[in-house]
């Protein structure tokens, strides 16, 4: 399995971003997919995750109204749509994939969960 994230850059606050993750070897439909992400020196920490069963995507708090995660099943590539940026939303963002998928909110959104993960695509939103 591989997965290769895509789209980051350079944005000033309050701009928009759109990030892609194309997976190969795993059907996304299947899994659940997640993108976490880490900024300097802090720990990885969990952004969105879309579930194999649909129904509504989960969010951490501190993006919640501001980004959307989607899934393209014909393309298998999951996205996130990020908008109204923060400088604190600076950071590496990884996709990550969890096959067979867990049915847990809490496992969801700990990176260790996830079985396989992408290089990483870093995102600085400037002041």
């Known amino acids: 399995v591989q997965l290769q994230a895509s789209g980051g850059g350079l944005v000033q606050a309050g701009g928009s971003l759109r990030l892609s993750c194309a997976a190969s070897?795993?059907?996304?439909?299947?899994?659940?997919m997640a993108w976490f992400r880490q900024a300097p020196g802090k720990e990885r920490e969990f952004v969105a995750v879309?579930?194999?069963?649909?129904?509504?995507?989960y969010y951490a708090d501190s993006v919640k109204g501001r980004f959307t995660i989607s899934r393209d099943n014909a393309q298998n590539t999951v996205y996130l749509q990020m908008n109204k940026l923060k400088p604190e939303d600076t950071a590496v963002y990884y996709c990550?994939?969890?096959?067979?998928?867990?049915?847990?909110?809490?496992?969801?959104?700990?990176?260790?969960?996830?079985?396989?993960w992408g290089q990483g695509t870093l995102v600085t939103v400037s002041s």
């Open positions: 990550e994939l969890d096959s067979p998928p867990v049915g847990i909110v809490s496992s969801q959104t700990d990176s260790s969960t996830y079985d396989y």
């Open positions: 070897g795993q059907t996304v439909s299947r899994c659940n």
């Open positions: 879309i579930r194999w069963t649909g129904g509504r995507p």
